[in-house]
């Protein structure tokens, strides 16, 4: 069930992955590295979007928090612009240039003047076979915005990104450990994902500080050692 459209606070879950990744070298994302979960459909018709022989100029993905959104918005080579660092879009993102790629993340942060700039950029597209990739927490039509804004980027591709399970966050995190050459205890990855915020990115980022840790002081990892990442990472 979809809740009703409003802004809310970043809950106290949101600013704790926010310092984490403030705090831990970020992970460049790559198509590679995305975690496919429950995905399947949304990748298949997200990679036809980005080929060549696309003529739908707008692709819309939303779902909640750490589902993925940015990763893959970072990840395809767009100009990218973050709504929550900058609120409104430059005369540059209005004129978008012939064939280009943009993408815009959480679009519900638009302020008013942000969003009557999409809507001009939307109607630019067509002419400059240009393409926008945006995403938010909810689909178009539940966002708190200008009613002419919902219903063009309603008129697009809308596809949600299911946030992994559990047991896919954990078989993932155990395959990024093996590839890096670490063995990662169950007790380690239970105590991790006991007391870390539960996405891919902040887990990512903490398993990439527990690998130098585990180099530096040539020990392997253990739950002291996960907890001591954790605790140099952000007071927990």
């Known amino acids: 069930m979809v809740e009703p459209c409003g802004s809310r606070s970043p809950g106290p879950e949101t600013a704790m992955r926010q310092l984490i990744l403030d705090l831990l070298p970020e992970e ?8 496919t979960g429950r995905n ?7 990679a036809a979007w980005l080929s060549a022989d696309n003529q739908e100029p707008l692709f819309f993905l939303w779902g909640e928090p750490g589902a993925g959104k940015s990763h893959l918005l970072r990840a395809c080579g767009a100009r990218y612009h973050d709504a929550i660092e900058t609120p409104g879009l430059t005369d540059r993102d209005e ?11 959480h679009l519900e942060a638009l302020d008013e003047d942000g969003q009557i700039a999409l809507f001009r950029l939307i109607n630019a597209l067509p002419a400059q076979h240009g393409r926008l990739l945006v995403a938010a927490g909810r689909p178009p039509l539940h966002l708190a915005l200008r009613e002419d804004l919902r219903t063009r980027l309603g008129s697009g591709l809308v596809y949600r990104l299911q946030p992994l399970t559990d047991a896919e966050q954990r078989t993932a995190l155990a395959e990024r450990a093996r590839a890096r050459g670490l063995v990662l205890p169950a007790e380690a990855i239970q105590y991790l994902f006991s007391r870390a915020p539960r996405d891919m990115r902040s887990l990512t980022a903490l398993l990439g500080a527990l690998d130098r840790l585990s180099l530096e002081r040539q020990r392997p990892i253990t739950v002291s050692l996960v907890r001591e990442v954790l605790q140099t990472s952000l007071d927990f």
């Open 40 to 46: 399947g459909e949304t990748l298949t018709a997200f």
């Open 28 to 35: 460049v994302p790559s198509f590679d590295s995305f975690v």
């Open 95 to 105: 004129e978008p240039m012939a064939g280009e790629l943009l993408a815009i993340d």
